[in-house]
């Protein structure tokens, strides 16, 4: 136990010594996690409409000015022909076009129907289904709003057959996107501190030579390996504490569930983590390969945790490759605990994957070990 | 002319010589080209839903049968009240409740209306939204086939056209944008690294007093670097078109000539970093923790850009893998020529350019 005292001491020493790596720890993620979530922003608004309208009647000019009075769509341009609207499509400044036949009016009135070619730059494809939902959403309004229809259609709804729908969104009433994506920056941050950190530790005392001379002291390999682990864990905690009070006074998101659950889960999420550094340190040889494969790690915690895009619309083998890595299931549970309350009980069989983790990763490090060079 | 060479050849060495990192730089584009090209999708299906019909009559169990032959939900049925609907969330597999109130089919034929109420999980408010979009869409087909007299007798309809992208491939979007996110890493942080590993062995001193020109030294760094990231983007670019099946619609010369370009960006970004420091471990911080956020966000393949407060739109022009992704989009998606991307590739030329300055000027001939 003493043996573990002094190493500590020299873990500390080593990490507030370099005040550039102390501030990297601690100053990034704050200020990383006050500006991000500004940016990362998928409500999508302002959708950039060009129209041809072939037209020029009364009707078409109403449908227009609903549409640009929607709050919805911003309308970039009036264009004579559809080619020249395509264009603004071509160059990006459009994401749709609605193209109004010629005798729009007519046909509304005399037939009853009219068609309206809609065309999306599906590239990306949420900004154009929604979009184009929006689109749909505000025709069906002017639909109801017509004047024929109010002629014909008696105010009230008619005998039989009219579903109503209402709807409604629990723990984020106003549907804002940031109570989703604060929580996942702030696991995502410490992911990052704690991933890179660890594993560019043990690798440092190869390449300076130095682990030479801890291989030849009676130290132990676990005593070594959680010498290494305990001062980057208080750190990891430090951050999240930190992490949670911006969370607060920046965003007004205050877990609505158990805090000390959270810290306890935290706790066992850093230690899986820093395992898992501790092992890429002990297999490699550098601190550039050691970067290169968290790197790698990394990049895919990050786009496969479930972060930005949802873990259930991806293909079954991918999700398999989700649930391997403990990103995944600690955004998970961060997300449930601070948004909707979740117990220990609902958590529990996340928090089991991430007890797996962390137990196996850490053991294989300490395995992996090896006290002769 | 000979000496370059000479030198050149001694670089591809050090790149060959060294497996692990060979391994990783073409190693690490390929596996995430495929993982992300087949994993990110835009698109909500397989959501976990729950019927909670009170009824259980005709009409609702008609409406049922519908949502359950779509692809986008997996349904679980069950009468619960509305404490059990939040444990249900708090769970947190099912995202969405729909709600049948007692006498649904009876109110719908004797009083006109009938009630259904959605409740959405909103922590994750754009699959809560997409799934209330999916579910009002299906439910008012429904309508419109059962009851076509309730229907407004005057009526627009919209005739939507998928353009660039007609089989609606989610992915679509995502595969630039990792393109762009991988070079723009990958590149940056092997050539800042590669200087300054000389730096920390000491080696630098040697090639700084050869009678080889110092400038040299950083070309003759740059050449394999340059050469290995084309590779790397054939090889991603292969991969893309037949393991994504994602169609190369522009000219495959001129994507070359602007890979070339923003690869040329990168490498001259990477030599300023490596001016700036001494140690590896500093290189390796700056180029891939520090710049790996920042390169995801901005680049827009993510959230869209027109968005973010104005700030942030301002910065973004300054990230490189911004331009290249407008142009890789536009050429290789879109099959748009030179003439629509020619103000994108200026800039990428005057990053280049500035960059490339910087860095010769503030290149140090001593190092102490």
């Known amino acids: ?44 608004k302002n959708i950039n409409i060009s129209i041809v309208d072939n037209d020029h009647s009364s009707y078409s000019q109403k449908l227009i000015s609903k549409i640009g009075s929607s709050g919805y769509f911003r309308i970039v341009s009036n264009d004579i022909s559809y080619q020249k609207a395509l264009r603004h499509i071509e160059n990006g400044s459009a994401d749709l076009v609605m193209e109004l036949p010629n005798g729009f009016e007519r046909n509304l009135i005399r037939e009853g129907s009219q068609k309206i070619g809609v065309s999306v730059d599906a590239i990306n494809g949420s900004k154009a289904s929604i979009g184009g939902a929006y689109l749909n959403s505000v025709i069906a309004d002017f639909n109801a709003g017509l004047e024929v229809n109010q002629i014909t259609v008696p105010t009230q709804p008619g005998p039989e ?32 501190i704690g991933g890179f950190m660890s594993a560019l530790n043990i690798v440092r005392e190869k390449e300076a030579g130095t682990i030479e001379q801890i291989n030849v002291t009676p130290i132990k390999k676990w005593e070594f390996i959680l010498g290494k682990l305990i001062p980057f864990w208080i750190i990891g905690m430090i ?51 050691a970067m290169f494969i968290a790197f790698f790690f990394i990049l895919i915690f990050i786009l496969m945790s479930g972060l930005f895009t949802s873990v259930d619309s991806m293909p079954p083998w991918a999700k398999v490759v989700s649930n391997a890595t403990p990103v995944t299931h600690f955004i998970k549970i961060v997300r449930m605990i601070m948004l909707k309350g979740s117990g220990f009980s609902d958590v529990k069989s996340e928090l089991a994957y991430i007890l797996v983790f962390a137990i196996a990763l850490n053991g294989w490090a300490i395995w992996n070990y090896r006290k002769t060079a | 002319m000979k000496q370059l060479f000479v030198f050149i050849r001694k670089e591809f060495y050090h790149v060959f010589r060294d497996p692990r990192t060979l391994l990783i730089m073409f190693g690490l584009p390929v596996v995430q080209i495929i993982l992300f090209g087949f994993a990110l999708t835009s698109e909500v299906k397989n959501t976990d839903i729950l019927i909670s019909d009170y009824s259980q009559d005709v009409q609702s169990t008609k409406v049922t049968q519908k949502i359950k032959a779509s692809s986008y939900f997996i349904v679980h049925e069950a009468v619960i009240g509305n404490r059990e609907i939040e444990n249900t969330f708090k769970k947190g597999q099912i995202k969405c409740v729909l709600i049948f109130p007692p006498g649904f089919s009876n109110d719908l034929f004797h009083n006109g209306k009938g009630q259904i109420q959605i409740i959405a999980d909103g922590s994750d408010p754009n699959t809560a939204k997409t799934i209330i979009n999916y579910l009002t869409s299906i439910i008012s087909s429904y309508q419109r086939e059962e009851f076509p007299a309730a229907a407004t007798p005057y009526q627009i309809t919209t005739e939507p056209r998928m353009l660039y992208n007609e089989d609606d491939n989610g992915s679509l979007n995502y595969i630039p944008g990792v393109m762009a996110l991988i070079l723009m890493l990958v590149c940056t942080a092997l050539t800042s690294v590669s200087i300054v590993k000389e730096k920390e062995l000491g080696t630098m001193e040697i090639l700084l007093v050869s009678p080889f020109k110092p400038v040299m030294v950083l070309i003759a760094k740059a050449v394999p670097y340059f050469l290995l990231s084309i590779v790397n983007f054939s090889l991603i670019l292969l991969l893309s078109v037949f393991m994504l099946h994602i169609e190369v619609k522009g000219n495959l010369l001129l994507l070359f000539f602007e890979t070339a370009i923003f690869i040329l960006t990168c490498l001259s970004f990477g030599l300023l970093i490596s001016n700036t420091t001494n140690a590896q471990q500093t290189a390796l911080l700056i180029s891939m923790m520090g710049m790996m956020l920042p390169t995801i966000i901005f680049t827009g393949f993510l959230f869209p850009l027109e968005n973010m407060p104005w700030i942030f739109q301002l910065i973004a022009n300054i990230v490189p893998s911004k331009w290249y992704f407008i142009i890789i989009k536009n050429v290789m998606l879109k099959g748009l020529g030179l003439k629509y991307v020619w103000k994108e590739t200026l800039i990428l030329i005057g990053m280049t350019c500035f960059l490339l300055a910087i860095a010769l000027k503030n290149f140090k001939i001593r190092l102490q």
Do not use: H
């Open chain 1, 1 to 44: 136990m003493k043996k573990l005292r002094f190493l500590l001491q020299k873990e500390f020493r080593q990490i507030f010594r370099d005040k550039t790596i102390l501030a990297m720890m601690l100053a990034v993620p704050t200020i990383q996690l006050i500006i991000i979530p500004q940016a990362m922003n998928f409500d999508i």
């Open chain 1, 239 to 289: 951050v999240f504490t930190v992490g949670l009070i911006v969370c607060w006074i920046v965003y007004g998101i205050i877990s609505v569930g158990s805090i000390a659950l959270l810290y306890s889960i935290a706790g066992i999420y850093l230690i899986a983590l820093l395992g898992f550094g501790l092992l890429i340190s002990t297999y490699s040889d550098s601190q550039v390969q």
């Open chain 1, 161 to 192: 057959g009219f579903v109503d729908i209402t709807y409604s969104n629990w723990f984020n009433t106003l549907a804002e996107y940031k109570f989703y994506i604060v929580p996942g920056v702030l696991v995502l941050l410490l992911t990052l």
